[in-house]
């Protein structure tokens, strides 16, 4: 048996601001810094304890990473960081406020772009404010203008394929530090949940989800490590 801890990244800033962020690296809010610890306190205490781990290439999902390894005592574990973890992108609402983008394009516009399945918002100009393409960390990357979360979805399965279900194969224990919707792509796919459940389907900060494994194959119900 194996485990996979699920932990979607404390409070943000733009979290705190109510802005879309999606790929844009913003730093954690003081309180995004403790539930981040909380949450390997929560695996110390529980006695679910990761031998590897993962992220993707945003400070906020890698700073609770360390914040949470560090609390449970865990710093010296291998990590990987990945963009293909990173958030959804969220195109050209990246930035803006979503209550100022309700009032401008109505509720149900704003519900369409940010929890249909298969609509992206309207893409990211070329040379906009928060335009990745010169990033770094992205050379040789064709970085995104948008995605929906179908779109998100077919980027994050492979790599879990190819790159994270070998290794819970192996037995170790995988803590997985991400963000919302690839988070929810990844629970989608391992809790079979269909493309209309899952637009309604929330990750909470800073609370590690369970998995358990028997080689590749998930053993029962995903379950909040609060509740255990």
């Not at 291998?78 to 983008?101: A, F, I, M, S």
């Not at 516009?109 to 893409?123: A, C, G, M, T, Y």
């Not at 899952?198 to 029962?220: A, C, K, R, S």
Request: include cysteine; glycine fraction near 8%.
């Amino acid at each position: 048996m194996s485990k996979l801890i699920l932990v979607r990244h404390g409070q943000s800033e733009w979290n705190l601001a109510n802005r879309f962020t999606g790929w844009w690296d913003v730093d954690l809010t003081e309180k995004g810094e403790t539930e981040a610890r909380e949450a390997g306190e929560l695996m110390l205490a529980k006695g679910v304890l990761p031998t590897l781990a993962f992220t993707s290439v945003q400070k906020r999902a890698i700073k609770t990473l360390n914040l949470a390894l560090e609390a449970c005592d865990r710093l010296w574990i291998p990590v990987t960081r990945d963009w293909h973890l990173n958030e959804r992108h969220y195109g050209r609402l990246t930035g803006l406020n979503k209550q100022e983008t309700r009032d401008k394009h109505g509720d149900e516009q704003v519900h369409i772009w940010r929890r249909s399945f298969d609509i992206p918002p309207p893409e990211l100009e070329q040379g906009s404010e928060f335009d990745l393409s010169d990033d770094p960390r992205y050379a040789g990357v064709d970085v995104p203008r948008t995605e929906s979360l179908k779109l998100t979805i077919e980027r994050v399965l492979p790599y879990w394929e190819e790159a994270i279900l070998p290794r819970l194969g192996q037995g170790e224990t995988v803590i997985i530090s991400a963000h919302g919707n690839s988070l929810r792509a990844l629970v989608k796919h391992l809790s079979n949940i269909s493309d209309e459940e899952i637009t309604g389907l929330e990750i909470p900060t800073g609370q590690p989800i369970i998995y358990e494994f028997d080689g590749t194959q998930v053993i029962g119900e995903r379950y909040y490590l609060k509740d255990s």
